[in-house]
Each structure stands twice: as C-alpha cells, then as structure tokens.
C-alpha cells in the first residue's frame, strides 16, 4: 500500500462523509420544511374550520331570527284568520237567530189570533145551539098547549123538548158553560 492509495482511499472516506454529512443536512432541512409545511397547513386547516365555524354560526342565527319572524307573521295571520271567521260565524249565528226569533214570534202570533178566531166561534156555535134549543123548546111547548089546550103544562113532568136537549152533546156543552169550573177548563 503506498501512500497515493492511502490517499486514495482516505479522500474516497472523506468525500463519502462529507456527502453523508450534506445529505444528511439536506435530508434534515426537507424534514424541518416538510414539518413547517404540516403545521402551516394545520394552522390553515383550524382557521378555515374555526372560519367556518363562525359563518355556520352566523346563517344559523340568521336562518333562525328569519323562521322566528316567519312564524311570528304566520300566527298573527292565523289568529286573524280566526278572528274574522269567529266574527263571521257569530253574525251569522246572529242573523240566523234573530231571524228564527222571528219566525217563531210570528208564528205565536198566528196561533194566538187562531185561538181568538177559534173561541170566538165556539162561542157563536154554543149561542147560535141555546138558541136553537129555546126555539126548538117552544115549537114542542107550543104543539103540546096546542093539542091539549085546557090543560096547563106540569113543570113536574118531562116534555118532549126537555128530554130532547137534555140528552144531546149540545146541551151538555151548554151544562158545561154554565158552571165556573167548566168555563175555566174551557178557556185554559
């Protein structure tokens, strides 16, 4: 071994440690950036989300604030809808009444004046009868003094006349008006 090729071998060694050395420099500063890069990145990254954040926040707010104001609007409406119907249902309810009231108020009226009309012809049916019996009474009175003139009448006995009226419905009516508490059955 001569000394050139200690040499020789000697620069080879060096040159290699000096190439290990600078790559391994080189290979420590790619690594630095490379960290560098992935915490700049990182640091984007929680910026963008906190960013992100803050605008979902904000349209939440909002969007929240504009369907309050939605609702809000939306039930007034509603009980003003209600309200005119109410206010619509109750006039009719109203005039539907009022004109029942009336039907029914003049429907009294007309059975009032029918029970007027119709007492004021029972009346005239109960007169027009008692006369009808007196008048019938004195035809039989006056055929029987006419057949027996010399023999006066016995209000003791029975004629003809007075049996007839006696045992007719008509005369029974006629009783019946005659005592109070018929005549107070009659009109209630």
């Not at 630095?32 to 990182?42: D, H, I, P, Q």
């Not at 349209?59 to 039930?75: C, I, Q």
């Amino acid at each position: 071994m001569n000394f050139a090729s200690v040499i020789g071998i000697a620069l080879v060694i060096g040159t290699i440690a000096v190439l290990g050395i600078a790559i391994v420099s080189y290979m420590s500063s790619l690594v630095r950036n490379a960290y560098e890069l992935k915490v700049e990145m990182r640091k984007d990254l929680d910026d963008g989300i906190k960013q992100v954040k803050a605008e979902t926040i904000k349209s939440v707010k909002s969007a929240r604030t504009e369907l309050m104001g939605e609702v809000d609007r939306t039930r007034n409406n509603l009980m003003d809808d209600l309200k005119a119907r109410q206010a619509a249902t109750e006039a009719t309810l109203t005039a539907e009444l009022k004109k029942r009231d009336a039907a029914w108020a003049e429907e009294r009226e007309a059975l009032t004046t029918q029970i007027a009309e119709l007492k004021e012809q029972l009346k005239t049916l109960k007169d027009s009868q008692k006369s009808r019996q007196r008048l019938k009474a004195e035809q039989v009175i006056a055929e029987e003094t006419a057949a027996s003139p010399e023999k006066p009448a016995d209000p003791t006995k029975t004629t003809k006349a007075t049996e007839t009226t006696e045992n007719t419905p008509a005369a029974q009516a006629v009783e019946l008006t005659t005592f109070p508490e018929a005549q107070k059955a009659n009109t209630v």
